[in-house]
């Protein structure tokens, strides 16, 4: 029986619904009804052709319930996975081997107070995230009474999904390395006499003077200092990427791997009068998407775009009133702290001038086909304590930003969703935790550009060594948002970021200390090399700069092939010559080119890292590599110039000769695509043959570009040459014309091959065919092809 109050309830939502659900047009897939707890009336959800669900829903609450319902409906397996390695919890599905990376995580976990952390958030913010966590249990409720449904991993594997809680939301904040190994290698450097060799890996950018912490010993300073950060410390093979990442020489070449881009036009410089916003993060490719489509409808709020599987809200899209794009900005987050403890006593360190106890938690970890086992997680002022030798009366803390109170990266981009304007999209960044250039441009033609994320103050060091830990060096805050660099309705009429160094001329970086280390400028060179060319940019011309492939490597590299060459050099600089440099994926100079600068990468490591440092510079830096090539200098031997001439000679003939070994003894049949392909896998797939059978390889696909072209496709020669990185998600937004807007996930909506929405994108990413991505009502209505009503469970 249906209580009446709650039926008046639904009944009343349905009316004020905008649109009213209860007079819809006729959908080609029809309308199924699912009765479902948590949600606090009917929600509406409309599939267009694409497979982009549109929630309408007469909340906020209840637009973010359909939102957690949707991704567990598509990612359940995904979002499960990501939340047992966070919390800690895989031993007890997969046993005992799994007991070291639990420990890592729970030592990560959040120690404060947790209520007081809900109740410091936004009211509609937390409202919102409970919606999402009701949304996705309801989903996993919705299974439990029809296990038919579950995503196949589940009976393959004999588990069972996690039930979600938006304390765990508070309380995952993530184990992270930050930049504790670099501390450690600096040091250990140092302790060589040999630091300079550090710019030969990470160049310091902008231009700085390495500086000692006061009473840091370097020759102390080891590996075994990084503790449970090291992969290697709590090595599970549970997919094939997590092994290969345990190999530091691997490590050391995904460093410069990653990266994003975006750009924002404004109305003067558009062709449409108003303003173009284009981003396309780069994130992994070769398992399920890092994002996930969806559209948010409810009073006071209407989203679109892509969010991140497990993290309530949408990262890249627009809402009626303003288009958001982000890339990773860099900020040094983290320190390692070298704590001195008191012999015959280590569970105190000296700390300000006395001897303080570690606060320490027990925890158990539940482990299946074992007992349980005990852990003790030690913290100092609430930094993780991640290693520690009791025979040195030395213990090292880990400061990162993510423990801090308030750190709470889970709910902002629930903030900034249902944020209006420039002045409240500001107030939501307080939240932000991650360090991200965010784009903004906005329907009155507005454009912004402001970097958020948790900055530490460190009034005595600037982050580059670890630090003593006993109080002299502690952070003293956060640099507030309004300090960090930000610019509104630039003059230029154009703004751009791609990871690279971007602290405004003028910025006071030696009071504001943010980051060294920042990714190469080839994409960010390359994007404005084309934005200022163009006096009126198009959607068209944003959707292409996404897929351009000229490496501005290949120019420098074609600048510096000597007039004279060797007999097994002289053909690969011949074809090099005749090449406009373009990563196409049927270019045969790009093959070539990729496997001369893999060679020549290795020759000059031999060459100019030093003997006693090739051990901790596993790879160079691209850009340092050039530039010193560019104006060669002592490094490379008596005879500079002489020296590179030859270094280049060799990497040709060794290129031309790994392009034959690999594309066959003909030039003109060398193609870049029939090596840089682009394969989706099961992460499983490798190790358990019935998830490889159940998951069948999404593949053939053939790619150009590779990680320093504005169409990041990268991939890491340790591997092989297959796309492991670039962008699976690319949007453009036409700002206030919404419905012309762009975008392309690959491969799909669903992680389940039963799925029509498993690879129904592969083929068009690979083309590069945007597709539109329709908002208004009435695009959204004309393209519908199913609908979905969510009603509250009867009783």
Known sequence: MIHRRAFLLASAALVAMPGSLLAKPRVKGGTRTVRLSGARAPVEIIEDELGVPHVRAASRHDAFFGQGY????????????????????????????????????????????????????????????????????????????????????????????????????????????????????????????????????????PVWSFNMPDGLDVAAVSEADLGVLDPAARPVPFDAIQEASLDPEVRGADRFALGSNAWTISPSRSATGRPILANDPHLGIGSASPRHMCHLSAPGLDVIGAGAPGLPGIMQGHTDRFAFGRTNFHIDQTDLFILRTKEGDPGQYWHKGAWRAFETFEDEIVVKGAPPERVTLRYADGRPIVSQDAARSRAVAFATVSMLPGANMKFAIIAINLATDWASLRQAFKLHVSPTNLHYADIDGNTGWQTIGFTPRRPKHDGLFPAPGDGDFDWTGLLPIEDMPHVYNPPEGWFASANQMNLPVGYPYRERVISFNWSDPYRYDRVAEVLRAQNKHRIADSIALQHDVQSLPARALLKLLPATLSVEAAPAAALLRRWDCGIEADSAAALLFEMVMVALSADFRDRVVPAAAKDLIPTVNLSEMLRILGAPDKRLGDDPAAARDALIDRALAAGWAKAVELGGGDPAKWQWGDLHRVTIAHPLASSIPAIAAAFPKIEGGRSGGDGTTPMARGFNSRRGFNVSHGASYLFVADVGAWDNSRFLLLPGQSADPRSPRYRDFYPKWLAGAMQPLWFSRAAVDRHAVGRTMLAPAKG
């Open 70 to 205: 949707l991704v567990a409906r598509d990612r359940l397996f995904q979002i499960d996975m990501d939340r047992r390695r966070e919390m800690g919890r895989m031993a007890e599905a997969f046993g005992p081997r799994f007991v070291a990376a639990d420990r890592a995580a729970r030592l990560f976990l959040y120690r404060g107070d947790i209520d007081a952390e809900l109740a410091a958030l936004p009211p509609d913010v937390l409202d919102c995230a409970r919606g999402y966590v009701a949304g996705v249990n309801a989903r996993i409720a919705e299974l439990a009474a029809d296990p038919a449904g579950l995503p196949l991993e589940y009976g393959i594997l004999g588990i069972s999904p996690l039930r979600w809680d938006v304390r765990d939301l508070v309380r995952g904040r993530g184990i992270g390395m930050g930049d504790a190994d670099d501390e450690v290698r600096r040091a250990q450097l140092q302790a060589r006499g040999l630091l300079d060799a550090e710019q030969l890996m990470a160049p310091l950018r």
